[in-house]
């Protein structure tokens, strides 16, 4: 259960991106992180912090919730 949330994470991060028009570059770029680290995270191959997740739910106009997977709204 626990590596099925985590894996929600990249999913969510690359649906809510791709849905935005943000490339990997761009979203990097507001976040001040590399393409590198947001591809990372897209794989499920690392996760961002919990500063990070806030900004993203900003970002993204979701909730902290949604990203992490605990709900599917």
Not at 16 to 27: A, C, M, P, T
Request: negative net charge; contains cysteine.
């Amino acid at each position: 259960m626990k590596n099925e949330k985590l894996k929600t994470i990249g999913k969510r991060i690359h649906e809510l991106r791709v849905e935005k028009g943000l490339s990997q570059v761009k979203l990097g770029e507001m976040l001040s992180v590399s393409q590198d680290t947001i591809s990372l995270w897209e794989k499920s191959k690392s996760y961002p912090p919990a500063e990070i997740v806030i900004l993203l739910a900003e970002i993204f106009e979701v909730s902290c919730d949604y990203i992490l997977g605990v709900t599917d709204y």
